[in-house]
């Protein structure tokens, strides 16, 4: 069981919490009151979808985040929609990890549509979406609705560990060539 932390009128920039196993709202740490988080990472704690909507919450209390690595957590389902729809608040935001979350096709696109729905799109440096079960045609999806009307736009972008298949890299090298300047570092 983790400790109650409730601050009120302190400054907290970063927060982070790994491999504590979070599995419930009771068990998270209450931090949306400090309304001045710009870091949160909690990667591998295993917290499911009712633990994702009291995350989302905080998140949205927390409007200046610039980072938030919910990696190798499960975001399925009602969980991820609750991230995205947070997500989509923050203005701030330059690095959004959700590596290994179980996103699928539906969490992904409520994540792009968050992103862009909310404007801040532009401030997005990095995104990961490794390993959260994307195919080919999902990622062409993403990265068209990503990059819309984006023809300079500079982020870097990580879907490895992903089921594309050959078609599906095959349309992703279409669709990047087509739509971006892709620099190999």
């Known amino acids: 069981m983790m400790v109650l932390l409730k601050l009120e009128n302190h400054y907290l920039r970063k927060f982070k919490v790994n491999f504590e196993w979070i599995t419930n709202k009771k068990q998270i740490i209450i931090f949306y009151r400090l309304n001045s988080l710009e870091q949160l990472e909690m990667p591998q704690n295993g917290i499911r979808a009712e633990g994702m909507a009291v995350i989302a919450k905080a998140i949205e209390s927390n409007p ?29 935001i330059q690095t959004v990890n959700f590596g290994d979350c179980l996103l699928r096709r539906n969490g992904c696109i409520a994540v792009c549509e968050a992103l862009i729905a909310g404007g801040n799109i532009e401030n997005v440096k990095e995104m990961i979406l490794n390993g959260n079960e994307i195919g080919g045609q999902l990622a062409v999806e993403v990265l068209d609705r990503l990059f819309a009307d984006k023809q300079h736009y500079k982020v870097s972008l990580d879907l490895s560990n992903n089921n594309f298949g050959s078609d599906g890299v095959d349309q992703l090298n279409k669709l990047l060539q087509n739509k971006l300047e892709l620099r190999l570092l």
Not at 64 to 92: E, F, M, R
């Open 64 to 92: 200046g985040l610039k980072i938030l690595n919910l990696n190798d957590n499960n975001l399925k389902g009602s969980g991820g929609l609750a991230i995205a729809g947070a997500l989509s608040k923050l203005k701030n």
